[in-house]
């Protein structure tokens, strides 16, 4: 298992480190490698309309020789972000056909792995766009939006062979569905510090993404006084600190600015305008809006103080979600 996610490492969009975006010639090779993995496994294999890959492990069939009635899901993302490790997300995806591996006849229901296209939102900064056409919720809008080389969402959709006008093809049906699980690294440090092998999520917290704007005024490094400037890039710092003293203030709530971009971008110039993004994240909806409210709060009384316009704009919006109990419980027992 852990030398076909070294495999997939390999297929990256930069040579000296694994970045892994949507729709791009390096996930489409890792799909066909996930694919061929699946179809070793026993299991028939599709790419839907939003470019997830899916295996299909039949279960017992009924009488009149369809289908089995109920399905559970298990799987992951493909996709990376930007300089990433080899088992965010493809472990999940391995660790399930690696099951499947292992079945011998069928069971009473049967089993699909996805590897799902999108989950990172790296190239579109909107992120579960593969998990969301699964689900129904896919917000179409989003297909305007246009990646930092100009390409369209629509566009990237289309050249990966996907289909934007079925994209509600892609959608499954809850009702016969038994669940969806998913393995994955803890990409943190509270179970190795406990001395604990695995554990097993209650919940998934809610996501806010913002893109922050300050606004003030350029001008020559040397020639404007401290006294007169308005420095968007010192705005910005003030609002970083604050975002990280509120976050730690706050019990469940983690804050991160990820991305800073300050112009024009010379060392002899003050900043004129600094962009940064906003990743917020609670278990519990009403705690991570009222997060987002302060700091939306702070943010334009920094500006206002130093002379700086703020432009705050939401990108995402993702609710906490509560892990079911009964799979939870199961999976408490078998571990």
Do not use: K
Not at 132 to 144: I, K, T, Y
Not at 302 to 328: F, K, M, N
């Amino acid at each position: 298992m852990l030398e076909r996610c070294d495999v997939l490492a390999a297929f990256s969009e930069e040579p000296d480190r694994l970045t892994r975006r949507f729709a791009t010639d390096a996930l489409r090779l890792a799909g066909e490698a996930v694919g061929d993995w699946m179809r070793a496994a026993g299991m028939s294999v599709r790419r839907d309309a939003v470019g997830n890959v899916v295996g299909r492990y039949e279960g017992t069939r009924p009488a009149d020789g369809s289908r089995a009635a109920a399905t559970l899901l298990l799987g992951s993302h493909l996709d990376t972000v930007r300089d990433a490790g080899r088992y965010d997300g493809m472990l999940g995806v391995l660790v399930a056909i690696a099951c499947v591996e292992r079945l011998r006849g069928a069971l009473p229901f049967a089993i699909e792995v996805i590897g799902f296209a999108d989950e990172e939102g790296v190239r579109y900064g909107t992120a579960f766009l593969g998990s969301s056409a699964f689900a129904g919720s896919f917000d179409r809008a989003q297909l305007e939006r246009r990646d930092g080389g100009g390409v369209s969402m629509a566009d990237a959709i289309r050249s990966f062979g996907g289909d934007v006008d079925g994209l509600d093809s892609a959608r499954r049906d809850p009702a016969g569905i038994l669940g969806y699980c998913e393995v994955h690294i803890e990409q943190g440090p509270v179970l190795e510090a406990a001395g604990l092998p695995v554990g097993v999520v209650s919940s998934i917290a809610g996501q806010t993404r913002a893109a922050v704007t300050f606004e003030g005024a350029a001008g020559h490094a040397g020639t404007v006084p401290m006294a007169l400037r308005h420095d968007a890039l010192c705005a910005a710092a003030e609002w970083i600190v604050a975002v990280e003293a509120d976050a730690r203030a706050a019990t469940g709530l983690v804050a991160t600015v990820g991305e800073l971009l300050a112009e024009p971008g010379a060392s002899n110039v003050i900043p004129g305008r600094a962009v940064l993004s906003l990743d917020l994240r609670h278990a519990d909806d009403v705690a991570r809006a009222a997060a987002r409210e302060r700091l939306r709060a702070s943010a334009a009384m920094i500006g206002a103080g130093r002379g700086v316009a703020v432009e705050w704009s939401v990108v995402q919006e993702t609710p906490a979600v509560a892990c079911s109990h009964d799979l939870s419980a199961l999976l408490a027992d078998a571990v």
